[in-house]
């Protein structure tokens, strides 16, 4: 089965399409060489590629007749990724929401009148001393 046929049909890739724009970027590598979207994969191919900050590697067990359901993915692959891989984006994740917190979006009008406010009580109060 093609390399893009596959990462698409184990669900990692949500288009064909996706897989071939990775694959033509050289993202996409089976066995230690850059893969075209027209590479065949084999049971025991051990495919490695970068998809949302983690480099994933993957060892092929079966090849799949079509698209599976999320369930059955684990039959036709084997996720080697390394643990600390998913841990290190979960840091990012929340260092991320640390900064400013998810879904806040820009300050309101009145959140801006307040810091203003509290700007000028700030400057106010090195005058006075």
């Given at each position: 089965?093609?390399i893009?046929?596959?990462?698409?049909?184990?669900?990692?890739y949500?288009?064909r399409?996706?897989?071939?724009?990775?694959?033509?970027?050289?993202h996409?590598?089976?066995?230690?060489?850059?893969?075209?979207?027209?590479?065949?994969?084999?049971?025991?191919?051990?495919?490695?590629?970068?998809?949302?900050?983690?480099?994933?590697?993957?060892?092929?067990l079966d090849i799949?007749?079509?698209?599976?359901?999320?369930?059955?993915?684990?039959?036709?692959?084997?996720?080697?990724?390394?643990?600390?891989?998913?841990?290190?984006?979960?840091?990012?994740?929340?260092?991320?929401e640390h900064?400013?917190k998810?879904?806040?979006g820009?300050?309101?009008?009145?959140?801006?009148?307040?810091?203003?406010?509290?700007?000028?009580?700030?400057?106010?109060?090195?005058?006075?001393?």
């Open positions: 089965m093609r893009d046929k596959y990462l698409w049909c184990v669900r990692y949500k288009t399409n996706m897989v071939t724009e990775a694959c033509k970027k050289n996409i590598t089976v066995n230690g060489q850059v893969a075209k979207p027209s590479k065949e994969v084999f049971p025991t191919d051990r495919i490695t590629f970068r998809k949302d900050q983690i480099t994933q590697i993957i060892t092929v799949p007749e079509s698209r599976v359901g999320a369930k059955l993915v684990d039959i036709y692959r084997k996720n080697e990724t390394p643990s600390e891989a998913y841990a290190h984006l979960e840091l990012l994740k929340l260092s991320k900064y400013r998810s879904g806040t820009r300050p309101t009008k009145k959140d801006r009148r307040d810091i203003d406010e509290y700007g000028n009580e700030i400057f106010d109060d090195e005058e006075e001393n």
